[in-house]
C-alpha cells in the first residue's frame, strides 16, 4: 500500500514569507503528526492531528499552525517565516496514536534564506 | 515530562561484529517505547515498538531491544551488523494513556556507522 506522502519534497522560501506543506497519510490513518528535524534540536513535535481535530500540541510560536481535512490529509503552515525554520518536516500517520506505531513520510526540505 | 537520552552519539563498528545502541528514559507514568532508523535523505522507518508484554522485542532487520522497566532502559542490539545499517537510531518515547499519548519524544539519535 501506499506510504505517507509529502509535497513538496524541497522548498526555498524567503524570510518573511509563509509556507504551506501537505501530507497524504496511508489510506485508513485517522492520525496525523508533524515533527520538525534540526542538526542542532533534534526531533521536535509539532501537533497531532485526529478526525479533523487538534489533539496535542508542542512548544512551538503560534506562526506554525496545521489542520486536517475530512480525508485526513493535513497542512501545515508557517507565517512570516525565520532563518531558524529552515529544516526538515516530517509527517507521520497512524490508525488512531502512538500506541499503533507512526509511519513517517520522507520530508519536507525547508530552506530559510 | 517524559525524556529520553541516548548514551552515545556516535557508535562505530565493524561489520559482522556485535552492536548495542543505548536508550534511556524517564517518565513518571507508563510508556510506550520506540526505535525507529533514518537513512540519509530519508524519513524514519519504525524497527520495533514496546507497548506491554514481554521485555524483549524483535524487530525488523535482526534488531532486537529489552525493556527494562528498573533501569528505565530500553538498549538495542543487534547480534551481527551489515555495511547496509550505517544509519541514524532514533529512540523515542511516548506515555501509555491521556494526551500525551498522541506524540512521540525522541532522543538525539546515535550515528550507527559500520565499517568494512
Known amino acids: 500500500k501506499a506510504g505517507v506522502t509529502q509535497t513538496p519534497r524541497y522548498l526555498i522560501k524567503t524570510r518573511g514569507q509563509q509556507v504551506t506543506l501537505s501530507c497524504s497519510p496511508i489510506?485508513?490513518?485517522?492520525?496525523v503528526s508533524w515533527y520538525q528535524q534540526t542538526p542542532g534540536q533534534g526531533l521536535q513535535f509539532l501537533f497531532e492531528?485526529?478526525?479533523?481535530?487538534?489533539?496535542n500540541k508542542g512548544n512551538f510560536p503560534g506562526r506554525f499552525s496545521g489542520r486536517q481535512f475530512s480525508n485526513s490529509r493535513s497542512e501545515m503552515n508557517v507565517s512570516t517565516l525565520e532563518l531558524g525554520d529552515s529544516a526538515l518536516y516530517l509527517c507521520?500517520?497512524?490508525?488512531?496514536?502512538?500506541?499503533?506505531?507512526?509511519?513517517f513520510g520522507s520530508g519536507t526540505r525547508l530552506t530559510v534564506v | 515530562a517524559q525524556s529520553v537520552t541516548q548514551l552515545d552519539s556516535q557508535v562505530p563498528v565493524f561489520e559482522e561484529a556485535p552492536v548495542e545502541l543505548r536508550c534511556n528514559y524517564s517518565?513518571?507514568?507508563?510508556?510506550?517505547l520506540f526505535w525507529y532508523v533514518q537513512y540519509p535523505n530519508q524519513g524514519l522507518q519504525l524497527l520495533l515498538k514496546?507497548?506491554?508484554?514481554?521485555?524483549l522485542v524483535k524487530g525488523i532487520n535482526g534488531f532486537e531491544a529489552e525493556f527494562n522497566k528498573s533501569q528505565t532502559s530500553f538498549h538495542l542490539r543487534k547480534p551481527s551488523v551489515h555495511i547496509s545499517d550505517t544509519a541514524e537510531y532514533f529512540c523515542?518515547?511516548?506515555?501509555?494513556?491521556?494526551?500525551?499519548?498522541?506524540?512521540?519524544?525522541f532522543g538525539k539519535g546515535t550515528l550507527l556507522t559500520v565499517n568494512p
Open positions: 492531528y485526529f478526525s479533523e481535530t487538534q489533539r
Open positions: 523515542a518515547v511516548s506515555e501509555g494513556s491521556g494526551g500525551s499519548n498522541y506524540k512521540l519524544t
Open positions: 514496546y507497548l506491554s508484554g514481554s521485555t
Open positions: 517518565s513518571s507514568v507508563s510508556v510506550y
Open positions: 507521520a500517520s497512524s490508525l488512531a496514536g502512538a500506541g499503533y506505531g507512526y509511519t
Open positions: 489510506s485508513g490513518h485517522r492520525s
